[in-house]
């Protein structure tokens, strides 16, 4: 589903729960909890520490292949 039907689709809803206050209550308490396990999410990491942990893979030294065989053989033992 495209980005701009999802959106509609969502203002859809929003106007619908707009008019009842339990369920518009209901949907804040459900988009805070989706906010809060977004910031949660282990693996995310700030642009900042993405471009540390680059440097740091650059320091250190690499490993080099002659051939595909070569290469495969040593992912599949990982």
């Known amino acids: 589903m495209a980005t701009l039907q999802i959106n509609e689709e969502m203002l ?3 106007r ?7 369920l518009l209550k209901r949907a804040a308490k459900y ?3 989706l906010v809060a396990e ?3 999410d282990p693996t ?6 993405f471009f540390a ?4 893979a650059r320091k250190q030294p690499g490993k080099k292949f ?4 070569e290469l495969d053989k040593y992912i599949k033992s990982l």
């Open 38 to 40: 977004k910031k949660a």
């Open 31 to 33: 988009l805070r909890k």
């Open 53 to 56: 942990r680059i440097e740091e």
């Open 16 to 22: 619908i729960i707009s008019e009842d206050e339990n």
């Open 12 to 14: 859809h809803y929003m």
């Open 44 to 49: 995310e990491l700030t642009r900042e520490d």
């Open 66 to 69: 002659d051939s595909v065989d």
